[in-house]
């Protein structure tokens, strides 16, 4: 059709510049007098696309025009380009895909702008993954991608707690799929009732015969915003009253402040050399003595009773461990 040659015309103008009339007619399969044909109509419909004959000659846009097809500027396009392919799409197969599309876009631009996107990749890197973190089975993760895309109702084989318990079986309807710290979460129905799987804890997944009709009033993002904010609600936490050395005060944030899980609440005014006391709200009360045993003499806890007693019993066990010959407690 002329409507698509012409807008295939327009758009390898946009992208090269100057472009030789039998370039034009090879790649658009055409005779070299219908793409002047095509150019004289551009030029009646108001696009400023001109011709010139002769070596050195060509067809091209007026370099204004080709800034303004896009509608990037120079600091839009920097930023768009700023966007790496983030691990979690890679787990889910459609990261060629988007690197595809990224190209074309980049191809879409005018030589300056071109440049600006690829010199913000030099120096801007974003990593959404975080240290040492475990990959997810991506076999599970694109079963479930596909379903979540057809709205096919699937099978989940869950591992909810320790191996010997057994597998769950749930018949779910897949509504989406949410990345959080690059950990994927499965958003779904489950008997009428919304739920939230970690698809790490999926062992296995079929799909059903039947589909399923999203409601039109579901949001993914709000669902999972309100979910989180419930979830940080009902969090068990527990709170110590410690003692901390005046030694171990100023790197106290570098031990627990880079933790998100544990916060840290003068009850003093720190004064030079002198012990610092303070409330640390932590998850669990398992989590505080795991975390204060590793803090050694440095802090001492005075609240509640029952962890100081706790320190104290695993302290014992540790001592009575160590104190003995390396020989003796290991059977030689």
Not at 27 to 40: A, K
Request: with cysteine; proline share 7%.
């Amino acid at each position: 059709m002329r409507a698509d040659r012409l807008i295939a015309l327009l758009m390898i103008l946009q992208a090269r510049g100057r472009v030789t009339a039998q370039a034009l007619a090879d790649e658009l399969e055409v005779s070299e007098r219908t793409i002047y044909r095509d150019i004289d109509a551009l030029g009646l419909a108001g696009v400023p696309v001109y011709a010139e004959r002769g070596p050195g000659g060509g067809c091209s846009l007026l370099e204004s025009y080709r800034t303004t097809l896009t509608g990037l500027t120079e600091p839009e396009a920097r930023a768009l380009f700023m966007v790496h392919v983030p691990q979690p799409l890679t787990a889910l197969g459609v990261n060629r895909d988007l690197q595809s599309a990224l190209r074309k876009l980049s191809a879409a631009l005018p030589e300056a702008r071109r440049d600006a996107a690829a010199s913000s990749r030099q120096r801007i890197h974003l990593d959404s993954t975080w240290w040492f973190q475990p990959i997810e089975p991506s076999s599970v993760l694109q079963a479930l991608y596909q379903a979540v895309w057809r709205d096919r109702c699937v099978r989940l084989t869950i591992q909810v707690g320790p191996p010997i318990d057994g597998p769950m079986i749930a018949d779910v309807a897949p509504y989406g799929l949410v990345a959080k710290a690059n950990l994927w979460h499965l958003v779904c129905a489950r008997s009428g009732h919304l739920r939230v799987y970690r698809v790490a804890d999926v062992i296995a997944v079929s799909e059903l015969p039947q589909g399923f009709t999203r409601p039109g009033d579901f949001d993914l993002a709000r669902f999972w915003a309100g979910w989180c904010a419930e979830v940080e609600q009902r969090r068990a936490t527990f709170t110590a009253q410690v003692r901390i050395a005046p030694t171990l005060w100023p790197r106290l944030s570098w031990y627990l402040g880079r933790e998100p899980a544990v916060s840290v609440e003068t009850l003093c005014e720190p004064r030079p050399g002198e012990p610092v006391t303070a409330a640390l709200t932590f998850g669990s009360f398992e989590e505080a003595r795991t975390r204060l045993l590793g803090l050694g003499g440095a802090v001492e806890v005075l609240e509640p009773a029952a962890l100081r007693l706790s320190l104290a019993d695993f302290a014992e066990q540790a001592v009575a461990v160590y104190q003995c010959p390396f020989q003796k407690q290991s059977g030689v």
